[in-house]
């Protein structure tokens, strides 16, 4: 059971660093996609018992993150006809090593706080930890406007890693608001940036730098 | 979502009214044969009604205007909202309901000693969106109105709520409702300004959620059972010893560092402000008022709220000297922006990052200093709310808005202009105003518990922001008016619409200072001793 889940973690954190040394926006956000997809599938393998809530959790979670977030964004692609990110703030070798050693750190962390008994072994917290570094690397290193989404995507697969830790114990109405929230949230990112597509013809955040002192 | 609230509340009201004793009992003499049946129940129905009312007034409304056809009338529904959810609020305020443990939703002396203040904020901006949409008739105002209603129905909500992950979940949806308010103008600097919003302010939250999930999960390892309302997590954790405590000890500690950034992003305080410079200046005034008074004070019940937590498992002295680092730290750093921009609205944004610092180190002395934080909360609120929209009145009147293209204002604008000028004075702190009465109490706090750094630093920060205030407001207000200004001067009318409401804040701010009403300041004073509860 742990083996299993440590695999998928294990999967959604090489995606992390696939993200970061990927210069092609579509394979960018396939690798959000298909983390956003496995990290779907673990509330199943977490849930002792069957319950219909959890699978409706995971589905939405799946359908969300997987197939209508990357459609949007790939749709946005096409509109503004754009493929690579040029110049990156932070370039992406560097952004590799250090998403790289965000990895090793959180495992090391993760060994030193302290965790409840059944999930003693679990890459949970480590995963998430590394999730969200990367994430949080790709928002501030990219300055294309999609790749900036796609690491708030990446930061929130984390937060929803480390969310599981917690699945039996927080009400699922309280996850369900959550998951709520954060489509909403893509979808209101997704229209500005249909809005700066069409103000500035292109989506590079590097041109929104009218309002500063 | 509604209907499991709304069954929680129930459950938990009977047991505050049958607390209350004396409303139950008048009611159950008056009918003797309906009193076992309908006297506990005719109370409680209205006490939940009350909490609940404030949060649906609000989105109901939203509803109906949203559905509403005529763009002409439609801002009217603002008014109507604000002025039944400012009659809810002060009947809440001033007939205070029992509390009801385990609810996920009440009001508490926390929400009783802020929510009003946003009730009355909302309901005399409302007045001034009248008028400011019939000026910009040329927009189409269905998502602004709507958008505004619903980001008072969440504020409602988030400073209710008595549990986590509610708190998260209303205060992420205030924060989306408000991105389509601040690109009303559709300009270009102001889709830069919601896509600045969207990703910082949205990294904020997600930390805020992951600062969530880390109490949570603190909560669990000291032996909780996965209650995460305010007051459980309190009680839980005050006293705890051996495994329980160093299982959860890290947990919290990276819970409190990850809600304070996650929610001081939404408060606005240095280096998490850099959203609210551009926020402020591209958004129309009264959304302005409603982020400065509004949405900063949300986030900054929320931190109270995890301060009570952390406080109560002991770490305490961690709180204080982050929370007086934090705001030390905004009120300098705003100050030093404050003398170097030459933007009016801009200047407002700064000047709230140095109010957020002073409601920061108010919490962080603690005691008396959070009951000054939470009467700076109104105080301040208030006075942006004139700043705010007598600032937008010269924004329109000037065409300009920095100080190389506008001045003269005191001819281009009288009314706005002098009102302007007030509102400045107030800010700053100076007599009569409210301002002066909450930063005093910080600073005699600051004295009297022996920090005199802080008081010192409070103090310097405070003379610098005067200097950067006074030089730009002057600068706009006096010399020759513009070319641009004497084009526009026949288009822009200061009519009762626009200048009644800034008006009215003001009055307010000077009444809130003078003459604090006891059933505020006993608002105020039993919401202190939730926090910051006496040794």
Not at chain 2, 186 to 207: D, H, M, N, P, Q
Request: aromatic share 10%; hydrophobic share 55%.
């Amino acid at each position: 059971m742990i083996n299993t889940l440590n695999l998928f973690i294990g999967l959604a954190m090489g995606l992390n660093l696939l993200a970061l040394a990927s210069s092609r926006l579509p394979s960018v956000i396939r690798a959000a996609a298909v983390q956003g997809m496995v990290l779907g599938i673990l509330p199943l393998l977490l849930e002792e018992e069957f319950h219909w809530v959890v699978v409706l959790v995971a589905v939405g979670t799946i359908v969300v993150k997987g197939f209508v977030v990357p459609n949007l964004l790939r749709r946005a692609l096409r509109a503004a006809n754009i493929d690579r990110e040029v110049k990156p703030l932070i370039p992406f070798v560097p952004s590799l090593l250090l998403g790289a050693a965000a990895t090793i750190g959180a495992v090391a962390l993760g060994g030193v706080l302290p965790l409840r008994a059944e999930q003693t072994g679990s890459l949970l917290v480590p995963g998430s930890f590394a999730t969200v570094v990367a994430g949080f690397l790709m928002l501030v290193g990219r300055a294309k406007a999609i790749s900036q989404v796609c690491g708030y995507l990446i930061l929130e697969n984390g937060i929803y890693l480390f969310g599981l830790l917690l699945i039996n114990t927080t009400p699922l109405l309280v996850e369900t608001g959550i998951l709520l929230d954060l489509t909403v949230a893509i979808f209101v990112i997704g229209i500005i940036m249909d809005r700066i597509q069409k103000e500035f013809d292109s989506l590079d955040s590097n041109k929104l730098t009218t309002l500063r002192e | 979502m509604g209907r499991r609230k709304k069954g929680r509340g129930a459950e938990a009201a009977p047991l505050a009214i049958r607390g209350r004793g004396g409303t139950a009992g008048g009611l159950r003499a008056a009918g003797p044969g309906l009193g076992a049946r309908f006297g506990l129940w005719i109370p409680a129905v209205a006490t939940v009604m009350n909490e609940i009312a404030l949060i649906l007034i609000p989105l109901i409304v939203a509803g109906v205007a949203f559905a509403w056809p005529d763009e002409r009338t439609r801002p009217w529904w603002l008014p109507v909202a604000g002025a039944l959810h400012v009659a809810s609020s002060g009947w809440l305020l001033v007939k205070p309901p029992a509390p009801a443990p385990g609810a996920w939703l009440g009001f508490d002396p926390l929400a009783r000693s802020v929510l009003p203040m946003i009730s009355l904020l909302f309901f005399v901006s409302s007045l001034y969106a009248v008028a400011y949409l019939r000026v910009r008739g040329e927009r189409r105002n269905r998502l602004f109105v709507f958008s505004l209603l619903v980001l008072l129905g969440f504020l409602s909500l988030a400073i209710q709520a008595q549990h986590l992950g509610l708190l998260w979940v209303a205060a992420e949806a205030a924060t989306l409702m408000t991105v389509p308010l601040i690109h009303f103008n559709g300009t270009a600097r102001a889709f830069e300004a919601s896509w600045k919003y969207l990703l910082v302010g949205g990294t904020g939250i997600a930390l805020s959620l992951l600062g969530s999930f880390c109490l949570g999960y603190a909560s669990l390892n000291a032996g909780g059972n996965g209650d995460l309302t305010f007051n459980a997590l309190a009680r839980q954790f005050v006293g705890l010893t051996g495994n329980f405590a160093r299982d959860s000890h890290p947990w919290l500690v990276a819970a409190w560092v990850l809600l304070l950034v996650g929610y001081g992003t939404k408060m606005g305080l240095a280096p998490m402000h850099t959203w609210k410079p551009d926020v402020y200046g591209e958004a129309p005034g009264l959304v302005g008022v409603l982020l400065a008074g509004g949405t900063t004070t949300m986030a900054f019940v929320a931190v109270l709220r995890v301060k009570q937590i952390v406080d109560a498992a002991g770490d305490g002295a961690m709180t204080q000297r982050t929370l007086l680092a934090i705001g030390l730290f905004s009120m300098l750093v705003a100050a030093l922006f404050l003398l170097g921009t030459a933007d009016f609205k801009r200047m407002l944004a700064y000047s709230s990052i140095e109010q957020m610092g002073v409601l920061a180190v108010g919490a962080g002395l603690g005691g008396l200093g959070v009951w000054a934080a939470l009467f700076h909360v109104w105080t301040n609120s208030l006075t942006k709310g004139a700043l705010f929209l007598s600032a937008g009145n010269i924004r329109r009147a000037a065409d300009g808005r920095d100080k190389n293209a506008v001045s003269g204002m005191a001819w281009g604008a009288p009314l706005s202009a002098r009102i302007f000028v007030t509102g400045l004075f107030a800010i700053t702190a100076c007599p009569p105003f409210g301002l002066f009465f909450s930063e005093l109490l910080v600073v005699r706090t600051a004295f009297a518990t022996g920090s005199l750094v802080t008081a010192g630093v409070f103090l310097a920060a405070l003379l610098f922001a005067f200097f950067g205030l006074t030089r730009l407001v002057f600068a706009i207000v006096d010399g020759r008016p513009r070319a641009a200004a004497r084009a526009t001067k026949n288009r822009f009318h200061e009519t009762a619409g626009v200048i009644l409401p800034p008006l009215a804040f003001l009055g307010l701010s000077i009444w809130i200072g003078l003459a604090t009403p006891p059933w505020l300041s006993g608002a105020w004073t039993a919401a202190m001793q939730l926090i910051s509860p006496a040794p």
